[in-house]
């Protein structure tokens, strides 16, 4: 799985994106992970990145033009692929594991468009195919957060990401509480056990448990 990230922030997955399990999965290339900043696209410098609003409003808005260009260099290096294009936004469909099941099985490039100030000039969305997508009912200051956990949930539908590919919680039968040991211990004098259909060894009843049957 390819993902090609359009944002004026690229530096802020640095961190994410360099533990644990992603990291492992871009260091094993079973993804790949390439960013496109706007700013490189545009190449005259009378022209800034973000301009005043038409209609007026408060708050500046994404230029059509550089982000068209870093979308274009996105699709140009997957074009041997099957390419989805997302564009953030707060009045899209709601992401969900579902949807980073169906994509992780139908495409291999997944370009992800991240907004910032009061988004991007819209005509953008005329030109390319595009979904809007929305990874919850609020708003956050840019779509940077939004696109790690697009990356990070379709990330683990890849085979071989995981390791062992029963950890997807969502393909077994899992509770929402977890436990391992102790099995008992004690905390302002008072003692915390494990449940004891965990330690019984009785697999029906810890699978019914873990249904919350």
Known sequence: MNFHIVTLFPGAFDSYLGESILRRAIEDKKIKVKFYN???????????????????????????????????????????????????????KQFDTAYAKSSAKKYTDIIIVS??????DARVKKIFKTEDI????????????PAMVIIDCISRQVKGVLGDFNSLEENRISSSDVYTRPDVFE???????????????????????????
């Open 187 to 213: 905390y302002k004098k008072k003692k915390y056990r494990v449940p004891k259909v965990l330690l019984s060894g009785h697999h029906r009843k810890i699978d019914e448990w873990k249904a919350g049957r």
């Open 134 to 145: 929305t990874v919850g009912p609020f708003v956050l200051t840019g779509g940077e957060l």
């Open 38 to 92: 706007p700013r490189d696209f545009e190449k005259d410098p009378k022209w800034r990145i973000d301009q005043k609003p038409y209609g007026g409003g408060p708050g500046m808005v994404m230029r059509a033009e550089p982000v068209i260009k870093a979308i274009a260099s996105a699709v140009a290096k997957a074009k041997r692929g099957k390419v989805k294009i997302i564009f953030l936004s707060p009045s899209g």
């Open 115 to 120: 907004g910032r100030y009061e988004g991007i």
